[in-house]
């Protein structure tokens, strides 16, 4: 029983990391009309959380620390909530980027915790971390699915669809409560609080990280809107926003079992990156976007866990595999946050009913994560072999 207790926290938690960001994609165009935005501001609303994922990823190792595990996480709860539910008020850009702020502070602190909540209960079954990056994809996809049914249900309100999602983080924080009254406090060794890079190699990491990171959320924020501009309606390009999600949920479920029992880590990592490359190549074709969004959802769904997964094959202790890990999604969520940025940049530079310039920021970064894979990979091949 108590097992399944805590694998209901992990789920419902590692839920909460991603329907904040993603529920905004499908109604970026009535938010962005409604509201006066321009490209450039409207791509904050996504910008904002993924950068506060990357600045806060360190502050939760001081979280944990002097709160402990728990506590934390049920404070980066109630600040998604918060951040979620007052979107439902909202009637200024301003207010509603302060949102997209404070929710990207909780996800931030959030992610790394959820690790450690799985290493201290689950010791012996790491397995259990299958729960979390599938869980995050769910959470994804529902709230993409739903933004727009959502939206009509509730009068053509925007402000209300977005702020639903504060429903999945009360339940996540009331969850955690229990063990902060029954849990009981270990004392944790402060060592390194402030983590120094001492591996050139995390530097190529950060740098994967960073552009698998403004892919997907530059895909996440402006795939609605350019499949409208392919002709699409609002339902259709929800529609294409939920297939896109919804792929990456057995891809990011098997992808890692195979990776684990092939070893070939470098060769799934390049095909996850060509998926992607082939998905916006038939997007500037102008070619269905249904299929282009199928490609799109294959790579995104295997990058990802795989990255989750370097840092672990890397490192040769536990420290070592916490210290790699924040340090890479420190630096590759601040670079992952430009890319929605340089996405609505074009559109208010170019020609916003032709998202072909942006097309080609991504398919640009696409190559730079082709090639930062295969550096990458190259120095690892080369130390083993020294």
Known sequence: MRFLYLVAIIFFMSLNLRPSITSVGPLLDVIQTDLG???????????????????????????SNRLGIEKSLFIAMLLIFAATFLRGFLSSSLLLLATSLFSGIGIGVAGPLLSGFIKKYFP?????????????????????????????????????????WSVLAGIAALLVLPLLVTGKREPVAMTAPMMRITNPRVYGFMMFFGCMAAIF????????????????????????????????????????????????????????????????????????????????????????????????????????????SAQMQFGG????????????LTTDVFDSSSYTPALLVIMLTIVALLAAVWNMEKKREVDRAC
């Open 333 to 344: 969520f601040i670079i992952g946050a430009t890319g929605p940025l340089l996405v609505g």
């Open 124 to 164: 012996d079954k790491l397995s259990v971390t299958s729960v979390y990056s599938v869980s995050m994809v769910i959470g994804a996809a529902v709230a993409t699915s739903f933004s727009i049914p959502l939206y009509t249900w509730m009068n053509d309100s925007w402000q209300q669809a977005l702020s639903f």
């Open 37 to 63: 935005m321009s490209g450039v501001t409207a791509s904050l609303l996504t910008t904002l959380p993924v950068f506060c994922m990357g600045i806060f990823s360190l502050l939760s190792i001081q979280w």
């Open 217 to 324: 959320y530059s895909v996440t924020a402006w795939l609605a809107p350019i499949a409208k501009s392919m002709g699409m309606s609002d339902s259709q390009s929800g529609m294409i926003l939920t297939l896109f999600t919804v792929i990456q949920i057995p891809v990011s479920f098997l992808l890692p079992i195979l990776v684990g029992k092939t070893g070939k880590r470098k060769k799934w990592l390049l095909l996850c990156g060509v998926s992607e490359l082939v998905g916006v190549t038939l997007l500037l074709g102008h070619a269905s976007p249904w299929i282009a969004t199928i490609f799109l959802g294959i790579g995104a769904g295997g990058l990802f866990p795989l990255a989750l997964l370097i840092p672990l094959g890397e490192a040769r202790s536990a420290e070592e595999a916490t210290s790699w």
